[in-house]
């Protein structure tokens, strides 16, 4: 395959795994959330390479569960020990991970091998040459492996768990008086998020990864009116925001991840002023009085 | 390292002094400004609202071609102010709910500023390198001008927050009731909301975009445990965010290739954590050994009055138990009792009789008084709230615990100084014992 279409087949892969697990983030409301475990996977990932020395998937993975969990449970034990709100509890929780996170880099520059502002908004378009080897053959790039194994098993954790999914999402006591372990499914589904955002990180960087995993899903979530259809429109909107923001930010020669993140928030925007029931063209028009014959 | 720490603190080099007091001033306003949000229960803005800044900063390089700070500020603060209507549009107007409208503007125009910073990075400008520095702070960047503009910024929206003192309060804390006095909401959250910009744009020169909301969140969530009234934690977040600001440019100074931010964090990191342990009163140790010091008293109390209850029984108020008795009467853990039992000795309300234990005379008394208590209230429910006498005990238990002298007469007075409770058990006397005889 070509370096263009490995960089499209990355990108896309990446929209799709992030769009899987944004729709039920948006719908749990826990957006804000996403940011924070985006921000603090770099934690995990930078001690798993300092404690480990290498950068197979598995430490990588490893790495990124653990700090997620600690993520989870540092926010709730703030917000029920500490006696500190929600909100702010992971405000506090994600910026003092992700500065420790950027200290050890900074300290440690040159024996790891993550770049301070790359690890803002990553280089997709380096991600090609960076390659592994399957019984002595080149078998592609890192990140398109690894991402097709989240996209993989995010949609399989999705398939299996969908009918606890939709219940937690839309009503968790529901869920509890129905006997599902509502804990249990929340940190599988904040590892799924922790795992996701691991292997987007490289390629898109922190920042990007919330826009991949909150914006596709929002849009989904203006016009849609079930969770099935929502699912299915994020995906869709991300592959969508994926492309295009490609050939945008090869023609504008500027990031591609940002840009298609632009993309992502273009479509939002889009969608938000002409196609959603609450947008303002819908109202313009049904503010016109009615006209008698 | 060492000879720098100390040559930074002589403030001998004049642009030392300069870094250190625009740190300090942007480190206390964005601390005090911080706290309105917390107040509100909107941290989390600060953290969109800094992200938001990144593509005006970066369109005002693009358009003027120069880092004149005039031309920055005004940049960020207008894409912030578009941020901020963003995010209020859509939690109002549309379905979007309010976290996923703050993580759609945060990561939009981030998006949008870093696309410009890597296309500026392409582009053939002078003065163009240092300006992703903006991302994670730089204080040592600071030159004298910058500083200047910059303190007349944080001045300001200091100023706001002491001339409208008395308004903003009442708009953070209870906007209802604000509403109804007549104040023109609207008008003063605009106000408030420009303040909380302008300190969130001048910030970012050395705290940086990604790690601002620390800077507006930490100094108020550890003022927070230390006080409950709003102009003294307004003062601690102001002392919490000049120390970080002097603890950052300090850093800055010694290692200049450092990200600043980052350190800041650090600091307040340290901050918090030392006030959420060991504050009074709100501080968790504090809390804990509250705690503890409660339940301690709960089972003293508790097993005195099981020795009263079980010696009335047998009408020897001195006799000697062994404590499977007590368990046969009182359902309470071993470890629980074994401890209980050390601390009433050490105490000299029981005393030691080969294996056994019998209440002294001190202890006797405490144990007639928590009875009392006991006895008394479970009349009061029955007479006074008709509450049938089976259903009292659970009540009483709880009770005696937290009554005090004062009312056990006010009650009793109530109760025209009753002698037996519902359950036709006898009410000891409020007169202590003396020597084996009530006096």
């Known amino acids: ?293 | 390292m060492v000879n720098l720490f100390i040559e930074f603190w002589h403030l001998t080099d004049p642009n030392v002094v300069w870094v250190l007091s625009g740190a300090i001033l942007l480190g206390s306003s964005t601390g005090v400004l911080g706290s309105f949000l917390f107040f509100r229960k909107r941290s989390l803005i600060g953290d969109a609202l800094a992200h938001a800044a990144l593509p005006g900063v970066m369109s005002a390089f693009i358009l003027f071609q120069t880092r004149d700070p005039f031309v920055i500020l005004g940049g960020a603060i207008v894409s912030c102010f578009i941020g901020f209507f963003f995010i209020d549009y859509m939690v109002k107007h549309t379905k979007i709910k309010e976290d996923s409208a703050l993580a759609i503007v945060l990561s939009l125009f981030f998006a949008i500023g870093i696309f410009e910073l890597t296309y500026i990075q392409k582009l053939d400008i002078a003065d163009k390198s240092g300006l992703d520095k903006i991302l994670f702070g730089q204080a040592a960047a600071l030159v004298q001008s910058d500083v200047i503009i910059l303190g007349i910024a944080a001045l300001l929206s200091l100023t706001i927050v002491v001339l409208f003192y008395d308004r903003l309060r009442l708009i953070t804390l209870d906007r209802q009731f604000a509403q109804s006095l007549g104040i023109n909401v609207p008008f003063y959250e605009l106000l408030l909301t420009f303040a909380i910009v302008l300190s969130v744009v001048i910030g970012l020169q050395i705290f940086g975009v990604v790690l601002m909301a620390a800077a507006l969140l930490f100094p108020v969530a550890a003022g927070r445990y230390w006080s409950d009234s709003l102009p003294c934690i307004l003062m601690l977040c102001a002392l919490f965010g000049a120390i970080s600001g002097a603890a950052s440019a300090n850093i800055s100074y010694l290692a200049p290739q450092m990200p600043t931010g980052p350190w800041m964090v650090v600091t307040l990191s340290l901050i918090f954590f030392i006030s959420m342990c060991f504050a009074p009163n709100r501080g968790a140790l504090m809390r804990y050994l509250r705690t503890t010091r409660n339940r301690n008293k709960t089972h003293d109390e508790n097993l005195l009055r099981t020795f009263y209850v079980i010696c009335e029984r047998l009408s020897s108020y001195h006799e000697s138990l062994a404590p499977e008795q007590v368990l046969s009467v009182r359902n309470m853990g071993t470890n629980a009792l074994r401890k209980s039992i050390k601390r009433l000795l050490k105490h000299g309300m029981i005393e030691r009789d080969n294996t056994l234990y019998r209440l002294t005379e001190k202890g006797l008394n405490e144990a007639e008084k928590i009875t009392r208590y006991h006895r008394l209230w479970e009349l009061y429910l029955t007479n006074r709230a008709n509450i049938p006498a089976q259903m009292v005990h659970d009540s009483a238990e709880n009770v005696e615990h937290v009554l005090t002298p004062e009312l056990e007469h006010r009650i009793s007075d109530e109760l025209g100084t009753p002698v037996q409770d519902p359950h036709g058990r006898v009410i000891p006397s409020s007169d202590p014992f003396v020597g084996g005889i009530r006096s």
């Open chain 1, 1 to 293: 395959m070509t370096h263009e279409l490995w960089i499209l087949a990355i990108a896309c892969l990446m929209g799709i795994s992030c769009a899987l697990v944004g729709a039920l983030m948006v719908l749990r409301k826990m957006a804000m959330i996403g940011d924070a475990l985006s921000h603090t996977v770099l934690l995990g990932l930078v001690l798993a390479f300092m404690i480990t020395g290498s950068r197979s998937i598995t430490v990588m993975f490893m790495g990124a569960i653990l700090v997620g969990l600690i993520t989870v449970f540092l926010t709730d034990f703030l917000n029920r020990m500490g006696k500190l709100q929600k909100d702010a509890s992971i405000g506090i929780v994600f910026t003092f991970l992700f500065a420790v996170a950027v200290i050890l880099i900074s300290v440690y520059t040159g024996e790891i091998d993550i770049d301070q502002d790359h690890l803002l908004y990553g280089e997709i378009a380096f991600a090609p040459f960076d390659t592994i080897e399957w019984n002595g053959r080149d078998i592609g790039p890192r990140a398109f492996w690894m991402l097709l194994l989240v996209a993989i098993a995010n949609l399989v954790f999705i398939t299996v768990g969908y009918r606890y999914l939709q219940a937690i999402a839309f009503n968790a006591s529901l869920a509890a008086a129905l006997g599902m372990t509502v804990n249990l499914i929340h940190y599988a589904l904040m590892t799924m998020v922790s795992l996701t955002t691991v292997s987007s990180f490289e390629a898109v960087g922190a920042i990007l990864v919330v826009a991949m995993l909150v914006i596709p899903a929002n849009t989904a979530y203006l016009i849609s009116k079930s969770m099935y259809s929502m699912i299915i429109l994020s995906v869709l909107f991300a592959i969508a925001a994926s492309i295009s923001g490609y050939y945008l930010a090869v023609w504008a020669d500027a990031s591609i991840s940002a840009a298609i993140a632009m993309m992502a928030g273009f479509i939002f925007i889009l969608v938000l002023v002409f196609f959603s029931p609450d947008s303002l063209l819908h109202r313009i028009k049904q503010s016109r009085p009615i006209q008698c014959p």
